[in-house]
């Protein structure tokens, strides 16, 4: 069993940053493929960023150039670093580890203003 905190959301103008942190119990949080997926209103959840366990990423297009992800295997924790934020990037943000088993996080709003 894997438990997956998330913090970092919160209200930023367009053009600003946050940096979201998803912190996992456990001692086998190395060995997981890690996501961010996010949720807005009204649409299907959807992929955001991905890291591998020897850290190889992974981006949809929309957040390209803009999203990094990372991750720190001594303190159990993936960032997703967002920059230049849109009001399309408004949504709730949710940690996974995609493999080998499935879990997620509480998930945290992200709310970018016009």
């Known amino acids: 069993q894997v438990q997956l905190v998330e913090s970092g959301g919160g209200l930023v103008q367009a053009g600003g940053s946050l940096r979201l942190s998803c912190t996992a119990s456990g001692r086998t949080f190395s060995m997981y493929v890690m996501g961010w997926f996010r949720q807005a209103p009204g649409k299907q959840r959807e992929l955001v960023a991905a890291?591998?366990?020897?850290?190889?990423?992974n981006y949809a297009d929309s957040v390209k150039g803009r999203f990094t992800i990372s991750r720190d295997n001594v303190r159990n924790t993936v960032y997703l670093q967002m920059n230049s934020l849109k009001p399309e990037d408004t949504a709730v943000y949710y940690c996974?580890?995609?493999?080998?088993?499935?879990?997620w996080g509480q998930g945290t709003q992200v709310t970018v203003s016009s």
């Open positions: 996974r580890t995609i493999a080998p088993a499935v879990y």
């Open positions: 890291i591998s366990s020897g850290g190889m990423t």
